[in-house]
Nanobody
């Protein structure tokens, strides 16, 4: 069983930055696809970004493209989500998810391992 843990959420003013971190209880996290999803109050969970296993293909939701950056820290065996130019509409619980299976990497159903989520609140 793979355990995934997020950290780094918090309260920030609009235009500010936060960096989320995702750690997993596996020796080589790069053998897993890793994605970030978010869920705002009253809304469905939505895809934010992914980094694929091995090759490291990256993709973003249109709503965060150019502002968020996903990356792997191989030395620390973590996946980071750098969030810049934050907007109030970015307010949500952010979840890290991992999967070793192949499929459509924007689909939350592909991911078998989920963290508990970390709250990001952006004030206007």
């Amino acid at each position: 069983q793979v355990q995934v843990v997020e950290s780094g959420g918090g309260l920030v003013q609009a235009g500010g930055s936060l960096r989320l971190s995702c750690a997993a209880s596996v020796r080589t996290f790069s053998n897993y696809h890793v994605a970030w999803f978010r869920q705002a109050p009253g809304k469905e969970r939505e895809f934010v970004a992914f980094v694929s296993k091995i090759i490291g293909t990256i993709a973003y939701a249109d709503s965060v493209k150019g502002r968020f950056t996903i990356s792997r820290d191989t030395a620390e065996n973590t996946v980071l989500l750098q969030m810049n130019s934050l907007k109030p509409e970015d307010t949500a619980i952010y979840y890290c998810a991992a999967s070793s299976r192949s499929g459509y990497l924007r689909d939350s159903g592909l991911y078998d391992y989920w963290g508990q989520g970390t709250q990001v609140t952006v004030s206007s």
